[in-house]
C-alpha cells in the first residue's frame, strides 16, 4: 500500500475551516490556456514564481537598474494558508482560496469524527491529566508514532516477554491451512503483464470470494476499503459481469492518479454505480453512504424525496394519532440497504482494525431494521505490515485483557512482528562475488522483490544481537508468531459478531511475503 501525503490522524485547522466558509467564487480572468506554461525564472530573477518567495530583497534586475528605467513593483508569494507546501500570490489570494484543492470541504453526512476507533487518540488525551492518568501507549510512543521505550527493555525483560508470546501462539493460533485459487477474470492479464505475482494475489482472493458465496448476488454492494486505484475492484467488476446492477464504492485517504474508476463503469447501456469516497476509514459511517441504499442504483443515483405531509395531515391530535405519527416517520426514515460485501488487497496495519470496527458498527445499526439475516454478506481482506497497528485501533480490546497483554506489550508485539518480512536479517562475514549471486538468487526465492519487505529496526536488530539463541530464522519465526496473534484477535473479533471467520494462506509465500487473509462470511448457525 503506498504511502499518502496526509498523515492518518491529521484533521483540517479550525481557522482555515472557518476560513473556508466565508470564501466567495472571486472574478477570474477567463482567457484561455492553450497549452501549459513552461515554469522558468524570470530574467535577473534566481527564482521561478512558484518560489519568489525565497528571493533577496533586492530591486529588479541589473539591465533595469543600469538602464535608469522605473522599477517595478516585485509581485509576493507566501505560503498558503490551507496547505504551507505551496504558495500563491499575495494579491491573488483570494482567487487562489477559492480555488484551492486543499480547502477544507464540508463533513459529507457519512463523516463522523473517529467513530471507528476503539479507544480515545491518545493525543486527545487531557493536557491536565496527571501521568498516572496516561495510558502506557500514550507515554511508551513518540509524537513520531515510533516507541521509543525498547531503549530501556533488558534481555531478561525481552526474553520473558518472547517466551510468553511464544506460550500465546501455542494456546491460541490454530494451524492456518494454504488454499491457493484461480480466477478467470485475471487470465488475459497475466498474459499481458511481466510481473504477475500482483495478478496471481487478485486472482485467488477472487476465487476465495466465488467459493464463499460473495460473487453471487450481482445486486451487492461492493466496498473497497483502502482501494488506491481501484485495481481488484476492476477485476472484480468483471468476475461479477453484473451488467450495471452492481454498486462499487472505493474507500482511500487519497484520490490518486491512473484510477479504474473509468473501468469499473462498463461500456454498456447501463453503467454500474461506481463512487469513490475520499475520507479516512476511521471516520467513516457506511449506513450513511448514499450508494449503499437499496433505492440508489445505476439508473437513479439521486437519493429519493419522500414526503410525509400526506400522513400527517390525516393523523388528528392526540397521544395514540402522536405515536402512530413518529412510527410513520421512522420508516419512512429507514430505506433497506444493499447487501454489502468488504474487501481489500492488502489493509495495512490499523487500516484493518478500523475497517473491521466499521463493518461491526453498520452491522449492529443495520440489523435493527434490515429485513437481511446479515447485512455484511461477506468479509475478504489480505492482510499486512502488522508493524503499523496501534492500540488504540484493535477492536478487539477484550481479547488482549485476556491474553494479558497491556499497551506497552502490544507496542513490542507490533515491533517485533517486522521480523517478520526484514530484508537484511541475513548479513554474511564476507562478501563475495560467489556470495552475493547466492544471496539474491536466495533473496527472489523468498519474495526478494515483495514490496511488503522492509528494513529491519536497527533498535530491535541491536537489542536482540546480544541474544545467541535469537539467530534470524528463530526472528523470523518470532516475528509471524507476532502477526498471528494479532490476526486471531480479529478472528475472534468477528466470530463474536456472528460470523464464521479464519485466516487462510492464499498465496504462496515466494509471491508475496503478506500470503495471508482474514475471510468471514455470516454464521449458518
Known amino acids: 500500500m503506498t504511502e499518502t501525503k496526509r498523515p492518518l490522524d491529521k484533521d483540517p485547522e479550525p481557522i482555515a475551516q472557518a476560513l473556508a466558509g466565508t470564501l466567495e467564487p ?3 480572468n477567463q482567457r ?19 518560489h519568489s518567495m525565497l528571493e533577496e530583497a533586492a530591486s529588479p534586475s541589473a539591465e533595469a537598474a543600469a538602464d535608469g528605467s522605473e ?29 484551492c484543492n486543499a480547502r477544507p470541504k464540508d463533513n459529507p453526512a457519512q463523516f463522523s469524527l473517529d467513530i471507528n476507533l476503539s479507544l480515545p ?48 501462539h501455542a494456546k491460541y493460533v490454530p494451524e492456518i491451512r494454504k488454499e491457493v485459487l484461480d480466477h478467470p477474470a485475471l487470465d488475459e492479464r497475466k498474459k499481458t503483464v511481466k510481473n504477475i505475482k500482483h495478478a496471481h494475489q487478485q486472482a485467488s482472493l477472487l476465487g476465495h470470494m466465488k467459493k464463499l458465496d460473495m460473487l453471487n448476488d450481482p445486486t451487492t454492494c461492493y466496498v473497497e476499503f483502502g482501494a488506491g486505484r481501484g485495481e481488484l475492484s476492476n477485476y472484480l467488476k468483471i468476475a461479477v459481469d453484473d451488467h450495471g446492477t452492481a454498486t462499487f464504492v472505493l474507500v482511500d485517504r487519497t484520490p490518486p492518479r491512473n484510477k479504474f474508476d473509468s473501468a469499473i463503469l462498463g ?31 445505476a439508473t437513479q443515483r439521486e437519493l429519493p424525496v419522500k414526503d410525509i405531509s400526506a400522513i400527517t395531515e390525516s393523523q388528528e391530535g392526540g397521544d395514540d394519532s402522536k405515536a402512530e405519527k413518529e412510527d410513520a416517520q421512522k420508516e419512512l426514515e429507514y430505506v433497506e440497504k444493499k447487501p454489502v460485501v468488504a474487501l481489500s488487497k492488502h489493509l495495512c496495519g490499523g487500516a484493518t482494525d478500523i475497517t473491521l470496527k466499521c463493518l461491526m458498527n453498520y452491522q449492529k445499526t443495520e440489523s435493527k431494521s434490515s429485513p437481511l439475516a446479515s447485512p455484511v454478506k461477506g468479509v475478504l481482506i489480505a492482510l499486512c505490515c502488522h508493524q503499523l497497528c496501534q492500540h488504540y485501533m484493535y477492536p478487539n480490546q477484550a481479547f488482549l485483557k485476556e491474553i494479558d ?34 544471496q539474491t538468487a536466495s533473496s527472489s ?69 503478506e500470503n495471508l487473509a482474514l475471510m468471514a462470511v455470516p454464521s449458518r448457525a
Open 405 to 438: 497483554i497491556s499497551a506497552e506489550e502490544f507496542v513490542y508485539l507490533t515491533r517485533m512482528s517486522s521480523w517478520a518480512v526484514c530484508v537484511n536479517q541475513f548479513k554474511p562475514e564476507k562478501t563475495t562475488e560467489a556470495s552475493e549471486d547466492k
Open 267 to 297: 461500456r454498456e447501456d447501463i453503467k454500474s454505480l461506481v463512487k469513490r469516497h475520499t475520507m479516512d476509514i476511521k471516520d467513516l459511517v457506511l449506513a450513511e453512504v448514499p450508494e449503499v441504499r437499496r433505492d440508489v442504483t
Open 32 to 50: 484561455r490556456r492553450t497549452k501549459r506554461q513552461k515554469v522558468q525564472a524570470k530574467l535577473g530573477f534566481k527564482f521561478c514564481g512558484e
Open 26 to 28: 472571486p472574478v477570474l
Open 121 to 168: 487518540r491518545p493525543e486527545k488525551t487531557s493536557s491536565s491529566a496527571s501521568v498516572s492518568e496516561t495510558t502506557p501507549a500514550t507515554s511508551a510512543t513518540s509524537a513520531s508514532g515510533k516507541s521509543e521505550v525498547l531503549t530501556a527493555l533488558s534481555q531478561d525483560q525481552l526474553m520473558s516477554l518472547i517466551k510468553k508470546i511464544q506460550d500465546l
Open 71 to 99: 522599477a517595478k513593483a516585485i509581485r509576493k508569494r507566501i505560503p498558503c494558508p490551507f496547505d504551507p507546501s505551496h504558495t500563491a500570490w499575495a494579491d491573488d489570494l483570494k482567487a487562489h482560496l477559492f480555488k
Open 445 to 513: 526465492a523468498i519474495g526478494g522483490d515483495d514490496e511488503h519487505r522492509i528494513e529491519a529496526d536497527s533498535e530491535l536488530e541491536e537489542l536482540g544481537s546480544h541474544i545467541p539463541t535469537l539467530d534470524s530464522q528463530a526472528r523470523e519465526r518470532l516475528g509471524l508468531q507476532c502477526k498471528r496473534l494479532l490476526d486471531i484477535g480479529r478472528v475472534r473479533y468477528l466470530q463474536e459478531h456472528g460470523f464464521d471467520a479464519e485466516l487462510v494462506y492464499y498465496v504462496d509465500k515466494d509471491t508475496s511475503l
